[in-house]
């Protein structure tokens, strides 16, 4: 058995022995110096070479990076583990280190495609503000680092350093073209369509019957709303190419029609996408030839997603729903039905490989109307969504985004425009359930659309060339115009504040470093408020203006919760991870209490838009609510030991307010689970204060009070009370907002 053994020569330290992979210039492995010295064969082994050991010389064998220079001894590996460090193949970052922490994020790329792009001397993120620099809205949106065109040749090889030279296959996707070998995926899809996913297809179009009515949905949706990814100019050409071509198949219902128009759509579906996209391709042409004859199940899925958004987004008894000769439309049964439709669009996609921009689009539409139809914060909803942000690493959104010769103007603005929604409903999603984002900044270039017009973003030639020259240097119109696009450039630097927030309240850092960061995050988060114009900063006391959108309203509403969010987070952190004082956090708590009460006394004006609603409710009043509410019970059972005592009958007031309006929340709800929860808990905290048992010394009359943990102090250090411990397993879950900067059909 002992030819199974290590020979004795190898077996100390073997598992930290390790090969030298630094290459000298000739090729050749680099040898330690003393058998380079002695000109002697070296097996090139790390911290000691077999040669060295055998002659007990380990602290001699020394691995210099410039053997023939004359520099300042560097580190040896030798020396790096005697010191106790972990051996390592390569130099890594130390993520706990000071020196990574105090990296602030990357500014952004949001230089137009017009100007000519000035690559910075320096690959390194941008310095960290200091205390003599004050940021600006512009510092926010300043671009990241570029990185120089750097090439290795060798022989007729070449590559450049882009983020796809790891790939296992960079080598041959580089050089195959070269070499005249067709790279496999620029072929068209040559796989067979089996008869199964024709009849489902089938099955599908039959729900494209009545297409004058879907013609009243699609108007009804983009009378509240317009388009984020999917805008209203493309959804209309689309739905009039389907109508115009297909109107008598689909009038009919007769089988064999919709048999043969299933083959067509399966036909047009496998075709790829890069064959209609080059850089002269316009927006009409690139929608005309994805639909109508040319239909493909993306767009088919979009439509019918679209109106399982609407449906619901809107409350039964909508007019859209309601008929005069008909019963009303199940509006929760319509929404179901979509849903499964785009599923099964989905299914086609991903059972033939189909990766394109189309279905993109569809997964984002796709992820919203499921992650609504299931409770928030379960874990069907956080793999949903994790399967939208592997796909769009997979598609390579997290690259740079420029327009090419492959790449139209439009396209790369709608690329940008769902990466960085995507990436902002990912800090929020992260935040809410209290986990690690999975688009995090280190690897992500955010690069922000510019601020057009839906209609602008589908123009070109004169059209779009004005259009762009009315933009600033940093790509803001100076109109002071509120598109879509304006809110989704202030929501991505929300999300990066947001994003450090989690580094602190996630990572393990020391309570210094935790204190300092959290003080640079919340003086840069005030000053991004404050530079905000003013049409973009919603009056507290009266958010309504009659002569804004409603959709508009509710986007300002957003602006300021989220704001309120960071010092929310903020001060969660402080107290969790360095025991800091409370009062903040009461203060912004009642700030942000007090707000979503104007909303929810104006929840008329929010009717139509139910996902965002709920939404509000979840993630901005139930946890600052419960603050309050926990601090009331305080101070009625510790009246004396309370500094800045809350107003008790205004508060009582506006606990029950908010309690009845949890109670509106429809049971089909993805955020009844949450409302109901942090109904029963706030009701109970109220029959507590309004319905007191006497308080008796004797530990027999103490369970009248029910749980005592009410009787601590808020956010005491060690508290186990019941709302620190249901407020730590309460899963904040964001999911994607419809009309924040999610999915817009």
């Known amino acids: 058995m002992t030819r199974f053994c290590f020979p004795s020569r190898l077996r100390m330290s073997h598992q930290s022995r390790r090969l030298n992979t630094s290459y000298r210039r000739n090729g050749k492995l680099q040898s330690c110096e003393p058998c380079r010295k002695g000109k002697l064969r070296c097996d090139h082994m790390m911290p000691t070479c077999g040669r060295c050991a055998r002659r007990n010389k380990p602290e001699q064998c020394v691995y210099h990076p410039a053997p023939l220079t004359k520099t300042t001894t560097l580190p040896t590996p030798h020396a790096t583990e005697s010191s106790g460090s972990p051996p390592s193949v ?179 579906t496998m075709k790829p996408v890069t064959a209609i996209l080059n850089q002269n391709t316009t927006p009409q042409e690139f929608t005309t030839r994805t639909t109508g004859e040319d239909l493909r199940w993306e767009v088919v899925g979009m439509i019918l997603t679209l109106i399982g958004l609407l449906a619901q987004s809107l409350q039964d008894g909508d007019p859209i729903f309601c008929s005069h000769d008909d019963p009303p439309v199940d509006r929760a049964a319509l929404a179901v039905r979509m849903y499964n439709a785009s599923e099964a669009c989905i299914g086609f996609c991903a059972d033939f490989d189909i990766m394109n921009d189309l279905y993109l689009w569809l997964l984002y ?81 955010i690069q922000l659309p510019l601020d057009l017009s839906d209609a602008q973003t589908m123009s070109d030639g004169l059209d779009l060339d004005n259009a762009l020259s009315n933009l600033d240097a940093n790509g803001w119109n100076q109109r002071g115009a509120i598109h879509h696009c304006t809110f989704a450039r202030i929501f991505a630097s929300n999300a990066l504040i947001t994003e450090e927030i989690l580094e602190i309240s996630l990572g393990f850092l020391s309570t210094e470093e935790i204190v300092s960061r959290a003080a640079d995050i919340e003086a840069r988060a005030i000053l991004l408020w404050e530079n905000f114009p003013s049409f973009l900063r919603v009056d507290p006391e009266n958010p309504w203006d009659i002569k804004r959108a409603p959709i508009e309203l509710l986007f300002l509403a957003y602006i300021r919760l989220a704001d309120l969010g960071h010092h929310f987070l903020l001060q969660r952190t402080l107290i969790k991870k360095v025991g800091a004082d409370s009062t903040k956090l009461l203060t912004v708590s009642r700030e942000m209490f007090s707000f979503i009460l104007v909303l929810t006394n104006n929840r008329g004006s929010l009717r139509d838009f139910q996902i965002d609603f709920s939404q509000l409710l979840c993630m901005y009043g139930i946890p600052s609510a419960a603050v309050i509410a926990v601090e009331l019970l305080h101070q009625e059972q510790n009246s004396s030991g309370t500094s800045a005592p809350l107003p008790r009958s205004d508060t009582i007031q506006d606990l029950s307010t908010f309690v009845a309006c949890l109670g509106c929340v429809r049971p089909e709800s993805g955020g009844y689970p949450i409302c109901d929860r942090g109904r029963k808990f706030l009701k109970r905290i109220l029959d507590t204060i309004l319905t007191p048992a006497p308080l008796i010394s004797s530990n027999s009359d103490t369970e009248v009070l029910g749980d005592t943990s009410f009787t601590t102090p808020l956010f005491q250090t060690g508290n186990n009370g019941e709302f620190m411990r249901w407020l730590e397993s309460m899963e904040w879950e964001q999911e994607s907002w419809v009309n924040f900067n999610q999915i817009q059909a």
């Open 90 to 268: 390569a130099a890594t970052y130390d993520f706990n280190s000071a020196s990574f922490s105090n990296l602030q994020f990357p500014p952004f790329d949001n230089t137009p495609v017009y100007q000519p792009r000035v690559p910075r001397a320096s690959s390194l993120p941008a310095q960290p503000w200091s205390s003599n620099h004050q940021p600006s809205i512009d510092d926010l949106a300043r671009r990241p680092p570029c990185y120089p065109d750097s090439q290795l040749r060798g022989g007729s090889i070449s590559f450049q350093q882009t983020a796809g030279f790891v790939s296992h296959s960079a080598i041959l996707n580089e050089n195959e073209s070269s070499i005249g070998i067709l790279p496999p995926n620029s072929a068209a899809n040559q796989s067979v369509v089996s008869q199964y996913h024709i009849e489902k297809g089938v099955a599908i179009l039959t729900l494209l019957k009545d297409f004058p009515q879907i013609d009243k949905y699609i108007d009804k949706w983009f009378s509240l709303t317009r388009g984020i990814i999917i805008i209203e100019p493309m959804v209309r050409m689309w739905a009039a190419g389907i109508w115009s071509a297909w109107h008598k198949v689909l009038e009919s219902q007769k089988p064999e029609g919709l048999r043969q128009m299933s083959e067509k759509v399966w036909a047009n």
């Open 365 to 445: 539409e796709y992820t919203v109307v499921y992650c609504n139809l299931h409770a928030r914060g379960s874990y069907s909803n956080w793999q949903k969504s994790g399967y939208l942000a592997t796909a769009l690493v997979a598609f390579g959104l997290h690259q740079e985004i420029k327009v090419d010769e492959n790449t139209p103007f439009f396209m790369a603005e709608l690329r940008k425009r769902l990466f960085v929604s995507c990436y902002e409903n990912d800090k929020f999603s992260a935040s809410f359930v209290g986990r690690p984002p999975r688009l995090t900044r280190q690897y992500c270039r």
